[in-house]
């Protein structure tokens, strides 16, 4: 069985201050995909990284920075210097891909941000 | 190019009744998936179809539940006799093909049973 925990439900921090949103994800795979998706107010989930497990680099796109660390079972994002437009739910996602196995995403909760002005 | 659309937005209908939601996926994507998100929840997965046949139904809750693509390209999820616990939002999504790779979401079909 898989799972992923976000154990952050909301999180408000004020423009410009950097945030870390945790994902601990559990799977007895040891081929699996991490994935960080947004979903701003408007509803419509929007791809943000894809992360496999053989590969623990720390990836860093503009502001976006993800540290991955198979040790704890951890893939967390960090939104640098955030702004107004980062408000949004964030959800952790993992796929155990086996060749044969589910290719569907198992979703954590989602933290809800909120960057207030 | 156009993204994964959805249809109808919104539907509202009585406890009992038969329901039919569509998906409309990227074109020339081969894998589609169908998503449930209750309210202050993630996307929890139902089905997913690689080209016309389910690959894997494992998450369809009951029997109610029922999906078809039978071109390969547009997907229906139906739902029998519907319950008032069936209210969500439903999430259809695509990838160019299966496996691991970034899945396009649409906008989501919101049912609300009265």
């Known amino acids: 069985a898989q799972k992923v925990t976000q154990a952050q439900t909301e999180i408000s921090v004020v423009e410009k201050e950097d945030v870390t949103l945790d994902c601990v994800y559990e799977?007895?795979?040891?081929?699996?995909?991490l994935f960080w998706y947004k979903q701003p107010p408007s509803g419509e989930l929007v791809f943000l990284i894809r992360r496999n497990s053989f590969d623990e680099q720390n990836e860093i796109s503009g502001r976006y920075s993800w540290n991955f660390q198979k040790s704890t079972s951890s893939f967390n994002f960090t939104i640098t210097a955030s702004q107004v437009v980062d408000s949004a739910v964030y959800f952790c996602a993992l796929s155990a891909y086996s060749g044969g196995g589910a290719d569907g995403l198992t979703f954590g909760k989602g933290t809800h941000l909120i960057i207030q002005p | 190019g156009a993204g994964v659309s959805q249809t109808p937005s919104n539907k509202v209908t009585e406890k009992g009744k038969y329901v039919e939601l569509r998906c409309d996926p990227i074109?020339?994507?081969?894998?589609l998936y169908w998503y449930r998100q209750s309210l202050g929840q993630g996307p929890e997965f139902l089905i997913y179809?690689?080209?016309?046949?389910?690959?894997?139904d494992s998450g369809l809750p009951n029997d109610r539940f029922f999906a078809v693509r039978p071109e390969g390209s547009v997907s229906t999820l139906k739902i029998q006799r519907t319950e008032r616990g069936d209210s969500a939002v439903y999430l259809c999504?695509?990838?160019?093909?299966?496996?691991?790779?970034?899945?396009?979401f649409g906008p989501g079909t919101r049912l609300t049973v009265l």
């Open positions: 074109s020339g994507h081969t894998a």
């Open positions: 179809f690689q080209g016309t046949g389910a690959a894997d």
């Open positions: 799977t007895r795979d040891t081929t699996y995909y």
């Open positions: 999504a695509s990838s160019l093909m299966r496996g691991p790779n970034e899945q396009f």
